[in-house]
């Protein structure tokens, strides 16, 4: 991130798929997002060019500033990591990517998308709730270091009852 955070705050920012270049960016934005998976860099480069495989970065005056990483497999799909660095947070990206996501999901005819997150992450569920995702279970001691359990949430998509 350059010195002036506050100046790059200020700009507009897009939503873009992620280039190996972002791959710095990205250990920038899991190093200060604690919260977050936090997967080796090559995981990401790996998921990018995947089948189904969906990594988005937002972007403000060329610095990746958060990120989007999901997945589609046959008429399902998973959000499996979002953070947003904590100099940008607040301010609708996390909601912006999320909201991209779950479009390009749809036009994809995915009838619901998954995910799970530590039951301790407020700010994060309250997101998703937003959105429209419900509870819908948990995982024992899915979490390491510290061990935490997980709250799994769906959102379906598309009607599939035609």
């Known amino acids: 991130m350059p010195a002036d955070r506050n100046a790059i705050a200020s700009l507009p920012w897009q939503i873009r798929p992620f280039h ?33 495989g969906l990594f988005l970065v937002a972007v403000a005056n060329t610095e990746v500033i958060g990120f989007i990483a999901a997945r589609q497999i046959a008429d399902e799909a998973e ?13 609708g990206i996390a ?6 996501a779950l479009d390009k999901f749809r036009t994809c005819a995915v009838s619901r998308a998954f995910l799970e997150l530590r039951e301790s992450n407020l700010a994060a569920r309250a997101l998703y709730e937003h959105h429209g ?9 899915y979490y390491r270091d510290p061990v935490e359990h997980a709250l799994c949430m769906q959102k379906k998509l598309t009607d599939t009852s035609a």
């Open 20 to 52: 190996p270049a972002d791959a710095a960016s990205i250990s920038v934005i899991l190093h200060h997002a604690t919260e977050a998976a936090q997967w080796p860099p090559a995981s990401y480069a790996a998921l990018a060019t995947s089948p189904g």
């Open 133 to 141: 995702f419900l509870a819908s279970g948990t995982r024992k001691s």
């Open 79 to 91: 959000i499996l990591n979002i953070a947003v660095h904590p100099d940008f947070r607040r301010r």
């Open 95 to 100: 909601s912006a990517l999320l909201v991209y």
